[in-house]
Protein backbone atom coordinates (compact mmCIF):
# COMPACT_ATOMS: atom_id res chain seq x y z
CA UNK A 1 0.00 0.00 0.00
CA UNK A 2 3.06 2.61 0.58
CA UNK A 3 6.27 2.25 -1.06
CA UNK A 4 7.51 5.18 0.94
CA UNK A 5 6.84 8.03 3.23
CA UNK A 6 9.10 10.98 2.72
CA UNK A 7 9.13 14.48 4.76
CA UNK A 8 10.47 16.19 7.68
CA UNK A 9 11.55 14.09 10.71
CA UNK A 10 9.92 15.14 13.41
CA UNK A 11 10.27 12.86 16.53
CA UNK A 12 11.91 9.77 17.09
CA UNK A 13 12.16 7.64 20.25
CA UNK A 14 13.38 3.94 20.62
CA UNK A 15 12.87 2.22 17.23
CA UNK A 16 10.56 4.65 16.24
CA UNK A 17 10.60 7.71 13.33
CA UNK A 18 7.97 9.87 13.18
CA UNK A 19 8.13 11.50 9.62
CA UNK A 20 5.65 14.50 8.86
CA UNK A 21 4.47 14.26 4.88
CA UNK A 22 2.21 17.46 4.61
CA UNK A 23 1.22 17.88 7.92
CA UNK A 24 0.33 13.94 8.77
CA UNK A 25 2.65 12.52 11.19
CA UNK A 26 3.49 8.78 9.50
CA UNK A 27 4.86 7.12 12.81
CA UNK A 28 7.21 4.14 11.42
CA UNK A 29 8.56 1.49 13.76
CA UNK A 30 12.18 1.36 12.55
CA UNK A 31 15.49 -0.43 12.86
CA UNK A 32 18.43 1.19 15.46
CA UNK A 33 20.42 1.19 11.82
CA UNK A 34 17.88 3.34 10.51
CA UNK A 35 17.65 5.41 12.95
CA UNK A 36 21.23 5.96 13.02
CA UNK A 37 21.24 7.42 9.78
CA UNK A 38 18.32 10.06 10.71
CA UNK A 39 19.02 13.17 11.08
CA UNK A 40 16.37 15.12 13.06
CA UNK A 41 14.53 18.25 11.80
CA UNK A 42 15.98 17.17 8.26
CA UNK A 43 13.78 15.67 5.33
CA UNK A 44 13.92 11.69 5.52
CA UNK A 45 13.00 9.24 2.91
CA UNK A 46 11.39 5.76 4.40
CA UNK A 47 11.01 2.68 2.60
CA UNK A 48 7.75 1.08 4.01
CA UNK A 49 6.47 -1.89 5.30
CA UNK A 50 2.72 -2.09 6.26
CA UNK A 51 1.83 -5.22 8.93
CA UNK A 52 -2.15 -5.40 9.03
CA UNK A 53 -3.46 -7.54 11.89
CA UNK A 54 -7.01 -7.68 13.16
CA UNK A 55 -6.60 -5.41 16.25
CA UNK A 56 -3.85 -3.08 14.29
CA UNK A 57 -1.93 -1.85 11.00
CA UNK A 58 1.79 -1.16 11.78
CA UNK A 59 4.06 1.41 10.01
CA UNK A 60 7.46 -0.15 9.39
CA UNK A 61 10.22 2.38 7.85
CA UNK A 62 14.09 1.78 6.51
CA UNK A 63 16.57 3.97 4.81
CA UNK A 64 17.32 1.53 2.74
CA UNK A 65 15.31 -0.65 -0.10
CA UNK A 66 18.41 -3.44 0.83
CA UNK A 67 17.26 -3.29 4.64
CA UNK A 68 13.24 -3.44 4.23
CA UNK A 69 14.22 -6.58 1.32
CA UNK A 70 15.73 -8.11 4.42
CA UNK A 71 13.08 -7.48 6.67
CA UNK A 72 10.40 -8.99 4.41
CA UNK A 73 13.15 -11.99 4.18
CA UNK A 74 13.35 -12.28 7.87
CA UNK A 75 9.95 -12.31 8.86
CA UNK A 76 8.90 -14.89 6.18
CA UNK A 77 10.09 -17.29 8.20
CA UNK A 78 8.03 -19.07 10.43
CA UNK A 79 8.55 -17.93 14.59
CA UNK A 80 9.55 -14.14 13.49
CA UNK A 81 7.90 -11.55 13.06
CA UNK A 82 8.34 -7.83 12.36
CA UNK A 83 9.31 -7.17 16.35
CA UNK A 84 11.59 -9.80 16.01
CA UNK A 85 13.07 -8.50 12.21
CA UNK A 86 13.53 -5.48 13.75
CA UNK A 87 15.47 -6.67 16.45
CA UNK A 88 18.06 -8.57 14.25
CA UNK A 89 18.66 -5.48 11.88
CA UNK A 90 19.17 -3.68 14.70
CA UNK A 91 22.25 -5.38 15.73
CA UNK A 92 23.12 -6.31 12.45
CA UNK A 93 23.29 -4.55 8.86
CA UNK A 94 21.24 -6.23 6.20
CA UNK A 95 24.86 -7.77 4.68
CA UNK A 96 25.93 -9.02 8.40
CA UNK A 97 22.26 -10.47 8.22
CA UNK A 98 23.19 -12.27 5.01
CA UNK A 99 26.83 -13.44 5.92
CA UNK A 100 25.86 -14.96 9.29
CA UNK A 101 22.70 -17.22 7.27
CA UNK A 102 25.42 -17.95 4.70
CA UNK A 103 28.23 -18.94 7.28
CA UNK A 104 25.51 -20.57 10.17
CA UNK A 105 26.86 -18.11 12.40
CA UNK A 106 24.09 -18.43 14.90
CA UNK A 107 25.90 -16.22 17.65
CA UNK A 108 25.61 -13.19 15.67
CA UNK A 109 21.75 -13.94 15.26
CA UNK A 110 21.38 -14.79 18.81
CA UNK A 111 22.75 -11.62 19.71
CA UNK A 112 19.40 -9.45 18.44
CA UNK A 113 17.00 -9.00 21.90
CA UNK A 114 14.26 -12.70 22.04
CA UNK A 115 16.27 -14.71 19.58
CA UNK A 116 17.32 -18.14 21.19
CA UNK A 117 19.84 -20.03 19.13
CA UNK A 118 16.37 -22.48 18.01
CA UNK A 119 15.05 -19.32 16.55
CA UNK A 120 18.30 -18.18 14.84
CA UNK A 121 18.90 -21.99 13.32
CA UNK A 122 15.65 -21.92 11.99
CA UNK A 123 16.07 -18.45 10.75
CA UNK A 124 19.69 -20.25 9.11
CA UNK A 125 18.05 -23.40 7.97
CA UNK A 126 14.89 -22.28 6.32
CA UNK A 127 16.63 -18.97 4.33
CA UNK A 128 20.32 -20.71 3.12
CA UNK A 129 18.73 -21.98 0.39
CA UNK A 130 17.13 -18.94 -0.12
CA UNK A 131 19.94 -16.87 -0.15
CA UNK A 132 20.70 -17.09 -3.73
CA UNK A 133 17.12 -16.09 -4.53
CA UNK A 134 17.51 -12.74 -2.31
CA UNK A 135 21.29 -12.35 -4.15
CA UNK A 136 19.62 -12.45 -7.56
CA UNK A 137 16.88 -9.97 -6.72
CA UNK A 138 19.52 -7.67 -4.67
CA UNK A 139 20.33 -4.72 -6.68
CA UNK A 140 23.79 -4.82 -3.74
CA UNK A 141 26.58 -7.13 -4.39
CA UNK A 142 26.24 -7.69 -0.19
CA UNK A 143 23.72 -10.80 -0.79
CA UNK A 144 25.29 -12.12 -3.65
CA UNK A 145 29.02 -12.05 -1.95
CA UNK A 146 27.10 -13.59 0.80
CA UNK A 147 25.50 -16.44 -1.15
CA UNK A 148 29.21 -17.49 -2.94
CA UNK A 149 30.81 -17.63 1.20
CA UNK A 150 29.12 -21.40 1.02
CA UNK A 151 30.89 -22.76 -1.89
CA UNK A 152 34.75 -23.49 -2.26
CA UNK A 153 37.57 -23.35 0.83
CA UNK A 154 35.61 -20.55 2.25
CA UNK A 155 33.51 -22.33 4.87
CA UNK A 156 37.05 -24.92 6.28
CA UNK A 157 38.40 -20.97 6.38
CA UNK A 158 35.94 -19.61 8.40
CA UNK A 159 36.10 -22.40 10.47
CA UNK A 160 39.63 -22.65 11.26
CA UNK A 161 39.53 -18.86 11.80
CA UNK A 162 36.70 -19.25 14.92
CA UNK A 163 39.17 -21.88 15.90
CA UNK A 164 41.62 -19.21 16.69
CA UNK A 165 38.98 -17.07 17.95
CA UNK A 166 37.26 -14.98 15.61
CA UNK A 167 33.55 -15.11 14.77
CA UNK A 168 32.01 -15.94 11.78
CA UNK A 169 30.91 -12.14 11.12
CA UNK A 170 34.07 -10.62 11.72
CA UNK A 171 35.94 -12.83 9.32
CA UNK A 172 33.61 -13.66 6.41
CA UNK A 173 33.61 -10.04 4.92
CA UNK A 174 37.01 -10.36 4.25
CA UNK A 175 36.82 -13.75 2.95
CA UNK A 176 33.58 -13.31 0.55
CA UNK A 177 35.70 -10.73 -1.54
CA UNK A 178 37.94 -13.65 -2.41
CA UNK A 179 38.57 -16.60 -4.69
CA UNK A 180 37.02 -19.80 -3.13
CA UNK A 181 39.18 -21.81 -5.04
CA UNK A 182 42.43 -20.48 -3.11
CA UNK A 183 44.16 -23.42 -0.65
CA UNK A 184 42.31 -22.58 2.96
CA UNK A 185 46.18 -21.76 3.99
CA UNK A 186 46.16 -18.83 1.62
CA UNK A 187 42.56 -17.57 2.48
CA UNK A 188 43.48 -17.76 6.35
CA UNK A 189 46.93 -15.76 5.93
CA UNK A 190 44.98 -13.22 3.51
CA UNK A 191 42.59 -12.79 6.54
CA UNK A 192 44.83 -12.72 9.49
CA UNK A 193 47.17 -9.73 7.30
CA UNK A 194 44.07 -7.77 6.46
CA UNK A 195 42.42 -7.94 10.19
CA UNK A 196 45.68 -7.08 11.40
CA UNK A 197 46.22 -3.75 9.33
CA UNK A 198 42.60 -2.78 10.15
Known sequence: MFYSVRGKLIHTEVN???VDCAGVGYKCQTTMNTL????PDSEVTLYTYLNVRED???LFGFATTEELGIF???IGVSGVGPKVGLAILSVLTPQQVALAIASNDVKSITLAQGV???????????LKDKLKNIASKSNSGAVSAASEVVSGNIPKAIEALTVLGYTPAEVTPYLAGMDSSLPVEKLIGETLRML???
Do not use: D, P, S, Y
Open 56 to 58: AME
Open 16 to 18: IAV
Open 72 to 74: KTL
Open 36 to 39: KKLK
Open 116 to 126: GNKLAQRIILE
Open 196 to 198: GRN
